[in-house]
């Protein structure tokens, strides 16, 4: 009796057990989908970033190496090539000559330039000369006389009194074997002239306040002085004009000197310096 109330407990155990062991399989069964469905979400997120990424990262990096190899610096080739160059023969040493002259001494000439009238003979130019020394060579001796007399004709003696003038010009007539030109008389009378009109006359630099708004404007552009009176003229406002010349009606250019001019206004005498500008 008791075999038989084992035997039956163990059946009831073991059908107990059947029936629970599907229950089992059917609770995991009816678990795991859920399980899957979140697998799936994350992995459907994460692999289209994790493409996208390594796409982008592939892009970079395939560009970063293009970059490098277009800057890849090319070497350029050095070629060395030897300089040609030639030896030629050394010169022969000449024996100099003395060129200096012990006995001699040259002469000093200082020369003031001026230039003629005119823009075609701007080239041209002409010189007063004055003989500051002489030369002691016998065999030039003529030669620098003949030169020295030459240029003492043409020295400007308008800065001299008319007694030295005079006393130059008959020297020099005499030793060209005549007697005292004409020229010589002109010039003295020139000069007195000259001192009579520069003492009778008026400073513009001085006086200009006695002419502002009467006298006209005048631009002295260009003073070319000359020791011939022909050879003298004067650029004002752009117009060229020598002595005796009228500048407008009421202004006459009367005289052309070497540091100013002198004009004659409605009968006043003024004196200009050379290169004035006067704004009227």
């Avoid at 005549?178 to 009109?197: C, K, V």
Wanted: aromatic share 8%.
């Amino acid at each position: 009796m008791s075999e038989i109330l084992k035997a039956l407990k163990i059946s009831e155990q073991n059908h107990q057990r059947y029936e629970a062991l599907p229950s089992h399989k059917q609770s995991a069964s009816s678990a795991s989908p859920p399980r899957v469905s979140r697998l799936m979400v994350v992995t459907s997120f994460i692999l289209p970033v994790a493409l996208t990424a390594t796409w982008l990262g592939y892009s970079a990096y395939h560009n970063q190496n293009l970059k490098s190899s277009s800057e890849v610096q090319v070497i350029p080739d050095i070629i060395e090539v030897e300089s040609g160059y030639t030896v030629l023969p050394n010169l022969p040493i000449k024996t100099l000559k003395t060129t200096y002259r012990s006995e001699e001494k040259i002469s000093a000439v200082e020369t003031i330039q001026t230039f003629p009238r005119g823009e075609e003979g701007a080239n041209a130019e002409t010189s007063n000369t004055r003989i500051v020394g002489h030369a002691t060579h016998e065999e030039k001796a003529e030669e620098t006389d003949a030169l020295a007399l030459e240029r003492l004709s043409e020295l400007d003696l308008s800065q001299f009194s008319p007694e030295i003038a005079f006393r130059v010009q008959s020297m020099l007539s005499n030793e060209k074997g005549g007697s005292p030109s004409t020229e010589a008389f002109n010039a003295n009378t020139q000069d007195t002239s000259s001192q009579d009109l520069s003492i009778s006359s008026v400073k513009l630099v001085q006086s200009g306040a006695d002419f502002q708004g009467l006298l006209p404007a005048m631009n002295f552009q260009t003073h070319v002085y000359s020791s011939k009176v022909d050879k003298r003229w004067v650029k004002i406002n752009g117009s060229e004009f020598v002595e005796g010349d009228k500048i407008n009606d009421l202004v006459t250019l009367v005289e052309i000197k070497q540091r100013y001019c002198m004009i004659n206004y409605e009968g006043q005498l003024i004196e200009i310096p050379a290169l004035y500008d006067w704004k009227g």
